[in-house]
C-alpha cells in the first residue's frame, strides 16, 4: 500500500490540518509516514504545500516524485492546479471550487473550473458551502480531508477516531461538527467517483 | 531502547534527541529552517522539568559564545542557527574548533538550499572543514534523532565542537521517531587545564597545531562511522556518492528495484577517504549527489580535475543551485523521465504577501507618502523580516536586505557619500540581533539619518518568537546617544496617519541620526494570543 499525496492551499487555509488527521490515522494504522511542510516566509498568504506519503515499507525520500502522487487535495481551485505536474496518469485530483482571491490578477474562475473538469479524474466540490451546510464555517479544510478520504486505503473509523483525538480538546460539540464536515466530504466524492 | 515511535520534524526529532542526550542548554536565535529546534525544547515539559536553559538569544553569535560557556563547564550544549547565521557566529564557532570544548558542544546549522525562506543558500559543509571539526549530515529524521548521541560521544572523546548539518526538507518533514532512553545531565566539570580556552597567539599555536594533528582521528571516525556505508552493486560503470539527503533521492529511483550501482553514502565528515578511494578505482566514472553547493564535488576533482571521472553540479548532470529532488537525481542516472502533465498557462503567481492588518502596511504608506512622494529618490535601506515584503508591489518602498541590521549601516554609508534622505527600516528585534552596533556609528558621527524600528513586539516571520527588544526601544536607543527629542513613538494605525507623515517629515528635516518606532503588536501574536484566551 502506498498513497502519496500533494496537499494544497493558501497559507492559513488549514492544509496541515487535513495532514494531521489522516496521518494519525495512518500511523494507528502501523503504517509508515512522512510529512514535508512549508514554514517561514512562504506562509504569508502564498501558496503552500504539503507533500504527504503513506506506505507499508520504509518511504525514502520527503517530496514525492512529479507524475507520482496518488492524489492532489486542494482547499483551492486554482492551487489545486499548480501541483498538476506532481499527479500521476492514474492519480486523482480533489478540490474545493471556491476561490480564494488575495492576489489582483486571480484568473477568472469559469476557466479555473473548467480545466479541472478536463481533469480525467476529479471531484470538485463546494466545501465552503458544504461545511456551511452543516453548521461549521470553518470545515472546508476538514470536508476536503472527507471526500479525499475515500482514495485512502485506510479504514474510515480510524480517521474518524483521528477527528475525535485532534479536536477532543476544544470540545464534544467541535468534534462532532467536524465529523459532520468530515462525513460530508467523503459521502460526496462517493457519490461522484 | 524504548520501542515508542513518535511523529516529529526533523527539527523536533534533533530537539528531542538534545533533551534525551541530557544537555543543559540550548542557545539560538530564530531562523527559518531552524526555529523549530529551540521551539520545541522550550515547549517540552521534560525540558522545563529538568531546568534547561532554553530561552532565545540576542543573536547566533551570543548563542555560540553562550553554548561555548555552558560547555566550559562540562556540561551538554546545543547551539542552533539556520545556515546565515552560523556568518553571524563565525568567529566563536571558528575558534571554538581552537579552543576544543569541555563538555559536549554540538552547533546545530539548518541550510535552506533553494531559498525557500532566505538570502542565500551557502551550504555550511565549507564553514565546517574551515573550522576543521568534525560533521554529521543526516538522510533521515532517525538518523538526526540518533546522530545527537553520536555528536556528542565525539564531542567529548576529542573535547571538540561538532557540527550537525541540515537542510530545509529534512527540518520541515515529518516522520515516525523510535526514541531512546534520556541520559541524565553532566555534572559541574571545569577544564583539567586553565588556559585551554586562553587563545593568546602563543596558547593558539599549540593548540591550532593539536586541532591539525588530530584531523587524521576525525578522518578515522568517519571511515569507522556507522552513518558511512558502502553497499555494493554488480554495474561499477558508476559509482555514486551520496550526502545526506541526496541518499533519500537516490533510492526513491530504486523502490521496486535495486539499485545496480555500487554507493558510498555519507553521514559522517571528513569524507571517508577510503571509501571513496575504493569506488573510484572499481568504477568508470562517479555520480555526486549532494544538497547545497559542490562540496564533496570540487574537493574530488581538485584543481586540475583530470584523475576522475565526476559528474554532478559542476559538470551539469545535476543543476549548480537549488534543491535536489527525485527527478533531477532520476535525470542524471539517465533513467526515463516520469514527470506529470505541465501547469497549465492561467495559473497566476501568488508570492506572499503582508498579512491584512499588519502594522507594516501602516508605516509603508506614510514612509511612501513622505519619502517617495515629497523627495522623490529617497532611498530605503531595509533588513530581513516580513517588511522585506516592502520590496512587493503595491509597497515597492525599500531598495535593500542584505544581511541582519545592514538597513542601518548602509543608509549611514549611503549619507556618509551625499544621499538624501538616507532611511532605514529595520525590525525590533533585528535591530537587538545587529541594528544596535550600527546605530552606534551614526550616533558618534550624528550622520544624517532616520531609522525606523518597525516594533511589532515579536519575531514574526519565523513564527512569533520572543523579541529581546520587547519595552526597550526607546531606552536602548537613548543609551546609544540618541537624543530624546529624536526618539519618536507612534502607534501605526490608519487614524494616526497625518501624525506620521509630520513626525517623518519633522526627522527628514532633522540633520542627525532621529529613530522612529512605530509600534503595534504582529496581527499574528495577538490572533493566537486571543484564540489562547478563547480556550
Redesign the interface.
Known sequence: MKSDIILAG??GQGILTIATVI?YAA?ESGL????????????????VQS?LRIADKE?????I?????DLIVSVEP??A??Y??????Q?WLITNTTPFK??P???EID??LA?INKQPRHIALDADAMAKAVGNVRGMNIVIAGAASVFIDIPFEKMEAGIGTIFA??GADVVEKNLAAFRAGRKQAEENR | MSNKKIMLLGDEAIAQAAIDAGISGIYAYPGTPSSEITEYVQHSQEAADSNIHRQWSANEKTAVEASLGMSYTGKRTMACMKHVGLNVAADPFINSGITGVNGGFLVTVADDPAMHSSQNEQDSRFLGKFALVPMLEPTNQQEAYDMVFHGYELSEKYKIPVLLRITTRLAHSRAGIETREKLPQKELNLPADGRQFVLLPGIARRRYANLIKIQEKFLQEAEDSPFNRCIDGKNKSVGIIACGIAFNYLMENFTTSRCPYPVVKIGQYPVPKQKIEKLVNECDEILLLEEGMPFVEGYLRGILDRDVKVKGRMSGELPPDGELNPNLVRAALGMEDIGGAPIPDLIAPRPPALCLGCSHIDTYHALNETVKDVFGDGHVFADIGCYTLGALPPFQAINSCVDMGASITMAKGAADAGLFPAVAVIGDSTFTHSGMTGLLDAVIEKTNIVVFILDNSTTAMTGGQASHAFGRLESICTGLGVEKEHVRLINPIKKNHEKFVEIIKEELDYKGVSVIIPTRECIQTLRKKTKARKA
Open positions: 493558501v497559507g496521518g500511523v509508515y509516514l512522512k510529512q514535508a511542510e512549508v514554514h517561514g516566509m512562504s506562509q504569508r498568504g502564498g501558496n507533500h518511504i525514502f525520500s520527503d517530496l516524485p512529479d507524475g507520482g502522487a486554482m492551487e492546479l499548480r498538476l505536474p506532481y499527479l500521476s496518469p492519480g488575495n492576489i490578477n486571480y484568473p476557466k479555473i480545466e480538546r476544544k
